[in-house]
């Protein structure tokens, strides 16, 4: 009996695990051929200031798959970093990025820094700088004009690269951030020593912020740290007024959410910029 129930529960673990890996397998091979006929799509969030105007946009990818429609980047995008394939694909991210917001100023929309997620991969990789230079030389994008989007893992493992990465970044006026801050096992008092520009508090605590006093506390101690060391603070996620006026209480610098202004293709966002900024 407890045989028999062990060889069943084994032959429907084997069953899922051959299910789950036949999704993937299929998934990597939908990723090969979205790769090879760009099948993506670069959207842009508005980053708002304290006044209310459009300081940057954060570009986020998306995958227009030719059955399942839209698949998110947070499923494919781990997917692609375990198979290499992110390197393609983040080298178009990069370009098509640097190219839009170049044809946003040559049409005299706006001036917009455009913030973009680096994978662990790519940072890491030995020709990532040589690389970025020649992005931004093609593209004609001014490098005062990107920001580079990181998370904290990346920065703990290979410190001393990341750290030399970093400074180099820097002295070309490139901008970084760190992502999803809060999450990892880093500390500003850690950061302190590096040369990035601003922290992005995770959505998970902006969620939270206004009915557990607990994450307030958290979102508070870390706008006011932020500052002593001198970087800017921005709030993702931010889905409620309530949100917004109690962020803004705090001293938050910049704003991104869907309260806001959702992530859009690059012909949305012109109009978005055109209606609040009349001409
Ligand atoms: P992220 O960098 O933290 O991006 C913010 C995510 O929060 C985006 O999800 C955005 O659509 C979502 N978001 C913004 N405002 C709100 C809000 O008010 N409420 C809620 N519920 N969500 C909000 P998205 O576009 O699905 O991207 C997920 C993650 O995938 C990103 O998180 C980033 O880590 C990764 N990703 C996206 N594009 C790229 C890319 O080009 N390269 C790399 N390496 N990663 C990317
Ligand atoms: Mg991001
Ligand atoms: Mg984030
Ligand atoms: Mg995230």
Redo the contacts with the bound molecule.
């Keep these: 009996q407890a045989k028999q129930q062990g060889r069943n529960a084994y032959q429907w673990f084997t069953r899922e695990i051959t299910d789950r890996l036949g999704e993937r397998v299929s998934l990597r091979n939908d990723l090969q051929e979205a790769i090879e006929n760009e099948r993506f799509e670069l959207h842009y ?1 508005p980053l708002i200031d304290r006044h209310g105007e459009v300081c940057g946009v ?4 998306r995958w227009k798959h030719h059955e399942k429609g839209y698949i ?3 499923v494919f ?1 781990p997917l692609a970093e375990s198979t290499g394939q ?1 390197m393609p694909i ?1 080298r178009w ?1 990069l370009e098509r990025a640097c190219r839009d917001m170049v044809s946003l100023a040559d049409q005299g929309v706006a001036r917009l820094r455009v913030s ?4 662990p991969l790519q940072f890491h990789r030995t020709n990532f700088l040589t690389n970025l230079r020649q992005t931004l030389q093609q593209t004609g994008l001014a490098p005062d004009m990107l920001e580079l ?1 990181l998370t904290e893992g990346i920065l703990m493992n290979d410190t001393e690269l990341a750290i030399d990465i970093l400074h180099a970044l820097r002295s070309m006026q490139v901008g970084v951030s760190i ?2 801050f809060g999450t990892g096992f880093s500390s500003l008092s850690y950061l302190r020593h590096l040369p990035i520009s601003k922290v992005k508090i995770d ?1 998970s605590f902006i969620n939270d912020v206004t009915t557990s006093g607990h994450d307030a506390a958290i979102v508070q101690g870390i706008i006011s740290m932020a500052h002593h060391l001198g970087l800017e603070v921005v709030a ?4 409620t007024h309530d949100q917004h006026q109690r962020l803004t209480e705090y001293g938050c610098d910049i704003f ?4 806001l202004a959702r ?1 859009m293709p690059l012909d949305r966002l012109i109009a978005f910029i055109n209606r609040r900024q009349p001409a």
């Design positions: 969030q954060e570009a986020l990818l998110s980047p947070a995008i992110i983040s991210v973009v997620n680096l994978s989007e992502d999803d959505r993702e996620g931010i889905e991104q959410g869907f309260l992530p």
